[in-house]
């Protein structure tokens, strides 16, 4: 593990001194030293599992940019003055990533080892290779293809424009179907969970086919020229993400974590344990190890308690989603549903509900003491607990945390599967007990085959679905995946936009200026007013003229929290894509723009 991590940082140093455009000479590396047997190509490709795995922060950060969750950091690209200089997602040191997969395949052959023991490798290097393109792909749409290193005087090379983004995606495919072929499975290439291995890469094809097959099945046309898709492949990728999802199934290497009597903490356990992959690796296909005896830590506490930091909140049209336990939708127990109060909101739901937010009830410390949620942090009142440790001395910004990250789970896989086969109409009650069924009982819930949409569903996306197997997997997949950086994603793909510019709307408030106690342990702990002068020890979130965000309440002096008004954001159907950035097309004039920017 030591000598992983310090090449890992020898490896990024590596790149990220190199230029990509006028490096003298950037692929004279002596691959003779590196590349002499396994061991090397090991030592290689582990310094590529550390630039590329994500971390914590940027992996839990991903969901706050959606339609679930209200923040106002989540603005400035939704608003009309968004620029298009923006380079952090394109600059020289992201594709100096691109050029050390491609040295690396370039030249790992020069190692000595079994036939096998080659293929596998080179297909961990093109397993990053379609890592690397599926965030350019989602990012930008079209982008230059690479698959060798590129020389300083290549000119026609390093100034060629964008290739088409169908090309682009079958290519990622061909890495994909190499790796998930070549990669081999036995216990020595999957003994750490940082390990690449047929499973990781069958994995990452399965969520790359959903990608691009719904991508192209919900958007008319192509983003990135804005003209009609050259070819109708959505079926085809969609086939692709059900064999992969199948291969896995059927090996039965992974199943769900599932205790019936741990129900209720089993789920946030996942994402709270410093040793996550090793008491969950049934579940946990690829993640991101953090280990205090090592140093290896990150300080998320901080960014769900102190409100310098964050200030995440979910919203109470995503909060609806969650089923009660007995199967049926909250929002049919409670016709106003948006006017129940927040105890009782709270009571007889998915048990996933009060492992995502704190809820009444909620305690740290080995239960010693009991967290209401702090209105000054989570303006809407639903504060996110799913990745807070129960240790509150890891609070401060001290680094202390080591909760690892599982970067793909076996209930992704199940969600995949189940939401290929939903688009393609085959949806079947064996396939719904092989996925969602299973999911849903292990949070308490009973599993209820649908026969009709839930109209809550529907209205939740704009009335363009009434599939009710389609509804009931994207209500499954926010819920058992939120805060896992997949729903931005998911919501570009479905072509659902506009729900990144819906009002935010929190907890029912039954009157301003009065304490309330939002925990139910006999104690008042918040108050909302618009007196700016109040003084109380309570937390305070302040409504109206006192606040310049906007805060308010939806009825005056009572109400649901509706948070940050002020804050105008807006949705364009070019923003599907992002801009390729000012200072990419002035150093390739070449690059053409994403239609719109």
Not at 48 to 68: C, H, M, N, P, Q
Not at 359 to 368: A, V
Request: with cysteine; glycine share 6%.
């Amino acid at each position: 593990m030591k000598k992983f991590i310090v090449f890992s940082f020898a490896c990024v140093a590596l790149c990220a001194c190199e230029e990509f455009l006028t490096q003298e000479n950037p692929n004279k590396i002596e691959s003779e030293y590196y590349f002499k047997d396994e061991a090397s190509l090991e030592i290689y490709t582990n310094g590529l599992v550390r630039s590329f795995a994500t971390g914590i922060k940027s992996f839990v950060e991903g969901d706050y940019r959606s339609d679930t969750h209200a923040w106002d950091g989540s603005a400035a690209y939704f608003m009309d003055n968004y620029s298009a200089d923006d380079a952090s997602n394109w600059g020289t040191s992201n594709w100096s990533q691109l050029r050390a997969i491609n040295f690396y395949l370039d030249n790992m052959r020069d190692a000595a080892a079994p036939d096998a023991v080659m293929n596998h490798y080179e297909g961990v290097g093109r397993f990053f290779r379609a890592l690397f393109y599926y965030a350019k792909v989602r990012t930008f749409g079209a982008v230059p293809w690479y698959e060798t290193s590129i020389e300083s005087d290549d000119k026609e090379a390093l100034y060629k424009d964008r290739d088409n983004r169908e090309y682009v995606c079958r290519k990622i495919l061909d890495d994909l179907n190499y790796a998930c072929t070549y990669c081999l499975t036995d216990a020595s290439y999957r003994n750490q969970a940082s390990y690449i291995h047929r499973y990781v890469a069958l994995a990452l094809k399965a969520r790359f086919c959903l990608y691009e097959g719904t991508m192209r099945k919900y958007h008319a046309v192509d983003p990135s020229t804005g003209q009609p898709w050259q070819s109708d492949e959505s079926g085809m990728y969609l086939r692709e993400c059900v064999a992969a999802c199948e291969e896995i199934i059927r090996s039965k290497v992974y199943s769900l974590t599932d205790n019936a009597a741990e129900r209720q903490t089993q789920y946030r356990a996942m994402f709270i344990s410093s040793d996550a992959t090793s008491a969950y690796g049934n579940e946990i296909i690829w993640a991101r190890n953090y280990d205090s005896e090592l140093n290896v830590t990150h300080y998320m506490n901080s960014y769900f308690i102190n409100q310098q930091y964050a200030n995440f909140a979910f919203t109470r049209q995503f909060i609806n989603t969650y089923l009660m336990l007995d199967g049926t939708p909250f929002t049919d127990k409670y016709p106003d549903y948006n006017s129940v109060d927040f105890a009782t909101e709270c009571t007889g739901r998915d048990y996933r509900l009060a492992q995502t937010i704190r809820t009444p009830g909620f305690t740290r410390d080995g239960g010693k003491t009991q967290w209401a949620p702090d209105v000054t942090f989570s303006k809407t009142g639903y504060q996110p607990i799913k990745w807070l440790t129960d240790d509150s001395s890891k609070d401060t910004n001290t680094s202390q945390c080591d909760n690892d990250v599982p970067l793909m789970r076996y209930a992704e896989v199940l969600l995949n599967y189940a939401e290929a086969k939903a688009e393609l109409g085959e949806m079947t009650e064996e396939v719904w007990n092989q996925t969602i069924k299973l999911l849903r009982e292990r949070s308490g819930v009973t599993s209820i085959y649908p026969v009709k949409a839930d109209p809550y569903m529907v209205s939740y996306f704009q009335n363009q679905i009434s599939d009710p197997f389609i509804l009931e997997v994207r209500r499954e997949r926010g819920i058992e995946m939120t805060m896992e950086n997949v729903r931005y994603d998911d919501i570009i793909r479905w072509h659902q936009g506009e729900l990144f510019a819906r009002p935010w709307i929190g907890i029912w408030i039954t009157a301003s200026e009065t304490p309330l106690d939002l925990n139910g342990d006999g104690v008042n702990d918040c108050i909302v007013t618009a007196d700016p002068n109040n003084k109380s020890p309570l937390k305070i979130l302040f409504i109206d003229g006192a606040s310049e965000a906007g805060h308010k309440l939806s009825e005056g002096t009572k109400g649901n929290i509706l948070p940050a008004t002020a804050i105008e954001r807006k949705w364009h159907d070019y923003k599907y894509l992002k801009p390729i950035p000012t200072t990419a097309r002035q150093e390739n004039p070449n690059l053409s723009q994403n239609p719109g920017w």
